[in-house]
């Protein structure tokens, strides 16, 4: 079945260092992929998405590049601010069935600091 | 656009109690989704709606668990005779149309502490 893998974290930071959050996928055929964000107390929040191969997301300063053949789609960010602290999820759809449901991966706790 | 509600947002009851829980979709919105979230995992599909129609059901739903969507418009999920390890976050989402690149709305969750 299709399934995410994330890095563990927590993942610490400096304010204005670069962050790289891995993620890699398992699917058959050619899901579009998702990273959400869920802030401290609240709801998960799309962040960026990919739908097809070498698809690049962008959003806030956040990239990812949907990579076919490493199966990888990356979060990167250039510089963190201590406001981007949250908890960061990757994730696929899957278009079998009828639903578009998506499978999550297991969430990177990014904590920044001063 | 005032996105995905859940009602309640915490509920705390005794193990063999019912509890139902309410989604209200963003208004344009004809796909409807829940999720569970236990702590320190990501959230795992249940059920899916389109309109009214309830199209697609996880093995994680057991006979205790049901849901329903009257009219196409608010969602409700009910768990029965609830067990400690139902203890969760229970997530709502919508989406305005299918296809894999169609984005999925969470609402802030319903937290579920069974004792």
């Known amino acids: 079945g299709n399934s995410v893998t994330q890095m563990e974290g927590p993942v610490t930071l400096s304010e204005e260092a670069f962050l790289t959050i891995n993620c890699t996928y398992t699917a058959t055929g050619y899901p579009s992929l998702f990273w959400y964000v869920q802030y401290p107390g609240e709801g998960l929040q799309l962040l960026l998405k990919a739908t097809k191969a070498d698809d690049k997301g962008s959003n806030k300063g956040f990239e990812a590049t949907y990579r076919k053949e490493t199966t990888s789609f990356h979060l990167e960010k250039g510089s963190v601010q201590v406001s981007d602290s949250a908890v960061y999820f990757c994730a696929l759809s899957d278009l079998r069935g009828t639903a578009s449901k998506l499978t999550f991966g297991t969430g990177t706790r990014l904590q920044v600091t001063l | 656009d005032t996105g995905v509600s859940q009602d309640p947002r915490h509920k705390i009851t005794k193990r063999g109690q019912n509890v139902t829980f309410r989604c209200d979709p963003i208004s344009e919105h004809n796909r409807l989704y829940w999720y569970r979230q236990t702590l320190g995992q990501g959230p795992e599909f249940l059920t899916y709606?389109?309109?009214?129609?309830?199209?697609?059901k996880s093995r994680l739903l057991s006979d205790r668990f049901s849901a329903e969507r009257p009219k196409g418009s608010f969602s409700t999920l009910e768990i029965q005779r609830t067990e400690q390890g139902d203890s969760a976050m229970y997530l709502c989402a919508s989406s305005p149309r299918g296809g894999s690149g169609e984005t999925q709305y969470f609402g802030p969750g319903t937290r579920l502490l069974v004792l």
């Open positions: 709606f389109q309109n009214e129609a309830q199209l697609e």
